[in-house]
């Protein structure tokens, strides 16, 4: 498995630093470290803070081997186009919160970009760094079996046995022209969930999961879908949320809308999310 780790200046690496001593022993190839420098003569600079970085992960895990890479150029495009030409399995980056005028989180400009238009699975750390021990992968939109797909086949490296993976299916509600307050109406859309969940869920997604040969527990919640993964993900002591998001070139333009974005906006732990289309 090919590792792509990008990171910007020390400060802000901290937690992507920590996110690849606990990730690269899983994998038998040495991850690459890449530094963009904006102009050419930054890059002395871009050198010295790779070798510290380089130190600090070695500090922590001193069996690990780093590819140090510098490049020139746009940030999101320089890290896209280096997992493009190295055939990287999974980009790790990090992520500057910022917030509009109206008190909204929302990612950083250069994250938002490589999630946008990356060409494999990116893991964004972010929240607390803790050993994984439990995933929460969300199984909430039409397009996500194929996400449980990509998972199983190609970033089977990334889940070891021990872990305990939790799939998760938000059923939205949904306008039945009945007042919900009535019990039989209520006792009516239940059982209709609860049919739909059941061949969403365990017949399918399960299935998919199953194929890494590690415990899947599958698990039901009503509402709004990123509402409720960020708050399954808040109540269940997870340390990685596992999400999909829609292929296609308008993702970075309706942000406000893209259940992805809302989930990696507000998550409190790390969050891998890929666009299987793209696979």
């Known amino acids: 498995m090919r590792i792509l780790v990008a990171i910007a200046g020390l400060t802000h690496s901290q937690l992507v630093l920590k996110m690849i001593a606990q990730i690269a022993p899983l994998t038998s190839e040495p991850p690459a470290l890449l530094q963009v420098a904006s102009r050419p003569e930054e890059e002395s600079a871009v050198r010295v803070i790779l070798e510290r970085a380089v130190a600090l992960v070695t500090s922590e895990a001193p069996q690990l081997q780093l590819r140090p890479l510098i490049r020139v150029g746009p940030a999101a495009q320089e890290i896209v186009q280096e997992a493009v030409e190295g055939y990287y399995d999974l980009i790790v980056v990090g992520d500057r919160e910022q917030s509009d005028v109206m008190g909204h989180i929302s990612l950083g400009s250069t994250t938002e970009q490589v999630v946008d238009m990356a060409p494999c699975p990116v893991l964004i750390a972010r929240g607390r760094i803790t050993p994984f021990r439990h995933i929460l992968v969300s199984n909430s939109d039409t397009h996500n079996l194929p996400l449980l797909n990509c998972l199983a086949a190609q970033l089977s490296d990334l889940f070891r046995p021990a872990w305990d993976i939790t799939l998760l299916h938000v059923l939205g509600y949904v306008d039945t022209g009945v007042d919900r307050s009535d019990d039989d109406a ?35 919640r009503h509402g709004l879908v990123a509402e409720e993964v960020v708050a399954e993900s808040r109540s269940g002591d997870y340390q990685l949320v596992v999400i999909g998001t829609q292929c296609g070139d308008h993702w970075r333009h309706t942000l406000l809308d893209d259940l992805a974005h809302q989930i990696i906006a507000r998550a409190e732990c790390p969050v891998l999310v890929a666009c299987p289309g793209r696979a």
């Open 186 to 220: 209520a006792a009516a859309v239940e059982e209709a969930a609860q049919e739909l969940a059941r061949e969403v869920v365990f017949n399918r997604g399960v299935q998919v999961l199953e194929r890494l040969s590690r415990p899947v527990y599958p698990k039901v």
